[in-house]
């Protein structure tokens, strides 16, 4: 089974400046899909990037980028000149490419990671 | 669109009640998740559908849960009866199919759920 693992419980950033969240992933298959999604205090589920494993090139959407290490199962978020909007949990998800039916359509979830932005 | 569109927003009953979460997908989505949120367990998917066709129920917990999607713009997650572990966040979420660029899962408001 694919587990995905957040290290930082949280973490905090000044405003204008720039973060990393750290994500790693287990898994054996060579095909898969990976998201960040962005949860604020609303709770709403919101998706910031995907990356898709064929893919070597990083994912970008403005002022996210991902720094995704296939060899390294590592998928790490870089949030650049952080705004207050910014604070919410993060959460990294992992999706398989493979197969049909069963479990393989189903998101893996981090345990998520909590940002704060001082202004 | 409206998006995903669950109800209710908020919860509270008694241990031993039933209770009845509801969820409208995105028209045209053809997948359909459950997921639960709490603290202690992060989110977990709890049941997901293909065209109303439950494919994979592994997460749902016990028998108590159990979920219908009778119609492609309607799903319920029912527990009964309800325990005071069953309190947290059950979200929704739908998809308009999973090759290409449809792989994104829409979440919508979840419902927080309260067993007291």
């Known amino acids: 089974a694919q587990t995905v693992t957040q290290s930082q419980p949280e973490m905090s950033v000044q405003e204008a400046e720039t973060v990393t969240l750290s994500c790693t992933y287990d898994?054996?298959?060579?095909?898969?899909?990976l998201f960040w999604y962005k949860q604020p205090p609303s709770r709403q589920m919101i998706l910031v990037i995907r990356?898709?494993?064929?893919?070597?090139q990083n994912a970008t959407e403005n002022r996210f980028s991902v720094n995704f290490q296939k060899a390294a199962k590592s998928f790490s978020l870089k949030i650049s000149d952080s705004q207050l909007g910014d604070a919410a949990m993060y959460f990294c998800?992992?999706?398989?490419?493979?197969?049909?039916?069963?479990?393989?359509?189903?998101?893996?979830f981090g345990k998520g990671t909590l940002l704060t932005v001082n202004p | 669109d409206a998006g995903v569109i669950q109800s209710p927003r908020h919860e509270v009953t008694e241990m031993g009640q039933e209770v009845t979460l509801r969820c409208k997908p995105i028209?045209?989505?053809?997948?359909l998740f459950w997921y639960r949120q709490t603290m202690m367990r992060g989110l977990e998917l709890l049941i997901y559908?293909?065209?109303?066709?439950?494919?994979?129920d592994s997460g749902m917990p016990e028998d108590r849960f159990s979920a219908k999607m009778p119609n492609a713009s309607f799903s319920t997650l029912k527990i009964q009866p309800s325990e005071p572990r069953d309190s947290a966040v059950y979200f929704c979420a739908s998809s308009p199919g999973l090759a290409g660029a449809g792989n994104e899962q829409f979440f919508g408001p979840g419902t927080r759920l309260t067993v007291l």
């Open positions: 998800a992992y999706r398989s490419a493979q197969g049909s039916g069963g479990s393989n359509y189903k998101l893996t």
């Open positions: 028209s045209g989505h053809d997948y």
């Open positions: 990356q898709e494993a064929y893919k070597q």
């Open positions: 898994t054996s298959e060579s095909d898969y899909y």
């Open positions: 559908f293909n065209n109303n066709v439950p494919i994979d």
